[in-house]
């Protein structure tokens, strides 16, 4: 039988929290019972988010039965991972390339993740987006990427700064004021399933040299 899926709301778990009975002491423990609370509601949204991405991989499953082969045992076929969400990582940074004193390349980390947060290897097409917004003007786009299946697998990077996906995206910044970040989106599309994730970040312009 397949495994059910796991279902719970945030709103809840804030509910339970700061409905959690408080102690009748005087104003001296007032301080250490908010810093309980919220340290509680902290641990109930990191469940959520676990609970979350598990039900989506639940789901993958749930879609892919039918044309999975009923050869796999159900144990194989419910431990399997499946990417869930993706991320742009915060060593993210913005580089001077060819060292001519201006920014050229958005240098970015992705992170695949599976239902149990843990990173996941991925095969699909990744395209990315970056923007700058001027003081007077709408968004400008600054700069376009696009990995197809092979470029993506050659992206793959694992050493002592961790395990991700690394994409350059040549960029060109517009004349005049704008806020000292770009404004990055991904959009990835799961070969196998053909899902949609997308992830976004603010990625500081202050140049890095090579």
Request: with cysteine; hydrophobic share 40%.
């Amino acid at each position: 039988m397949r495994p059910g899926l796991l279902r719970i709301t945030l709103p809840l778990c804030a509910w339970l929290a700061v409905s959690a009975p408080v102690g009748c002491g005087g104003k001296g423990n007032f301080a250490n019972e908010s810093d309980a609370l919220r340290a509680q509601v902290m641990d109930l949204r990191k469940q959520v988010d676990s609970l979350e991405r598990r039900n989506a991989e639940l789901e993958i499953e749930l879609r892919q039965g039918s044309t999975v082969s009923d050869a796999l045992p159900e144990e194989i076929r419910a431990a399997t991972p499946h990417v869930v969400e993706i991320e742009i990582g915060r060593l993210s940074h913005a580089r001077d390339e060819d060292g001519d004193g201006e920014i050229d390349t958005l240098l970015l980390y992705v992170n695949p993740r599976d239902g149990l947060g843990r990173f996941v290897q991925i095969v699909g097409h990744l395209s990315i987006t970056a923007a700058v917004l001027p003081a007077d003007a709408d968004a400008i786009t600054i700069g376009r990427a696009g990995l197809g299946p092979a470029e993506l697998r050659r992206a793959y990077r694992s050493g002592l700064t961790g395990v991700y996906y690394v994409a350059r995206v040549p960029v060109a910044l517009p004349a005049g004021r704008f806020e000292p970040a770009a404004t990055v989106r991904a959009v990835f599309v799961d070969g196998p399933t053909g899902r949609s994730l997308d992830a976004q970040r603010e990625v500081s312009l202050v140049k890095v040299s090579r």
